[in-house]
């Protein structure tokens, strides 16, 4: 990351200390008038969206038409919030904005609120309007999203985090399982255990998702073929808080990305390599912490031994569940057995009191069941190998269960019989809940946590991203009929803006708009999650292209699925089945 992207997190960390200290802004925050430096080289636009500022807000607005009249402003009056079009002649908002952060860090002040706007194309300054303002719009300039936004920060509250009660190990799981696909893709196996309670948080999830990802794709760069391995735990609970800790191990090759280019990605600061008795020669170690969570972060490598990144960080607990639940010896068959996956997943389960028996293939599956006698017979087949058509289904065999890579075509579809879709790796509520049906003793479902039974059933929300109103309305009305609930945004710029304030579970992305085009918002959000400032989602494609060279494109840039215009109800259920990270019962 460049120095400008650097000083802007420290900023916003400073900026949250002043928020938060005792009579800081937040603490006259009823009473603050903003101060807002408004520069334009359009007059008519800068001088209309003044005065419904003026109007709105009760704020003092000051206007500037060019980049040199906006800097002198800026530096001697020391607005609140700027709002600086991009381009304007001499001096563009972007070099207004790096100049004002390395200003405000050689000085260790709080930065002003920057607001980006352009009505051009952003595709070649995207990277920095991300790296330098809060926010960013596009013109026409939604005026309530603005007026939210700045109505946030006169309260103190814009650098606030959105606080939702979760359950951790159902978090963890879903950012391993959003990581599977990239890693099978390059042939590499990645296991998931987790052990202890289920933690129920109230905190800042979507921070702490993309803090799990961020470290997940630093591993992928790291290691070159070979296995990783995550394991999720906690510490003994401690004066309401205890240390969550998700940590992945790797052996195998090196990747194409050096140690310590990783290291500089993560912000971890190396350390000395001195000889040390308890590491070997040409060892690294380097720490740090998460810009997103806050949580401790370490990267130890030895030669010839490993590669190991943790990640540690002390929880607020809402409610710690101990599932009482014991399958008392039934017995669960896995398919699929000689993978490293199938492996831990056997220990997740004997952890349950299942008697687990592995096969390699469906046939060797298929004739033990034959030769079985009823009390060595399964209650529970696993197919790891995401197979839904198998013969052990008829409806007098064991129970089967489908579990299927994220993304998977398996999931496009509802089936009938006894099957059941799980996404991997599965979550330890999800294999708590199978047990329960089968289990010797077990406690009572309100013990579980609140919403966690539930949650698989909710259906994501989707951002709609469409420049054409007529679009936005004709897809929110479809996934309206599916149940989906619906946000919108009018271009890709404004997409990544609302992404970054609430990230969306699903995205359904316009590839041919104005100022930011779908391919380049895809590519640009991917790098955003990728270091760990964006929490991870779905991206589907929904073009009149309908050519194998845009699906080619999109697919590249990391889209999930491509739709073709106009949309139909069917072919939307599918796309959005396949992409959704939850389980699923066919």
Known sequence: MNAPSQRCGEADEASRAALAAPGGPAASAEQRVLRILLADDEADIVTGLAELLRLELACEVEIACDGATAWRLATETQPDVLILDVRMPGMGGLEIARRLLNRCAASASVPPLLIAITGRDASDVVDGLTDCFRHTFSKPVNLPDLLQVLRLHARGAAARPVLARFEL???????????????HARGLALCFDHEGPLLVLEDDEAALHAGLYRLLCAMHDLIGSGAVFCHAGIGPPRD??????????????????SLEEVAARLQLVMEPPWPRADLPGGSLQASGLCPASGARV???SAPAEGIVLRFERDCRVNRIVYPAVHAGGRHAWLLQGALPEAQVFTRRLQRLGWQVRAFESESELLQALAAAVPLSRPDLVFRLDGVAATGSTRPEGPAVVVVVTAGADALRRSRGGSQELLVYPVSTAELVALTRRFAAFGSPLDDEPAGLAAAPHELPRVLVVDDLELN????????????????????????????????????????????????????????????????????????????????RRCLEVGMDAVLSKPLMLEALQEALNRVTIRARSS
């Open 169 to 183: 190990a159902s978090l963890a799981s879903r950012a391993v399982s959003e990581a599977t696909p990239m890693f």
């Open 298 to 300: 370490r990267l130890q």
């Open 240 to 257: 309401g808080a205890c240390r969550f800790r998700f940590e992945l191990a790797a052996s195998g090759t090196p990747g194409a990305v």
């Open 472 to 551: 936005r309305i004709a897809a929110a009305a479809l996934l309206g009929a599916l149940g989906y609930p619906v946000d919108e945004a009018a271009d890709g710029l404004d997409a990544v803006d609302r992404c970054r304030r609430s990230p969306p579970d699903i995205v359904l992305m316009d590839v041919n708009m104005p100022v930011l085009g779908g391919i380049e918002t895809t590519r640009h959000i991917r790098e955003l999650q990728r270091l760990g400032r964006l929490a991870p989602f779905a991206i589907v494609a929904a073009t009149a292209d309908a050519d194998a060279q845009t699906a």
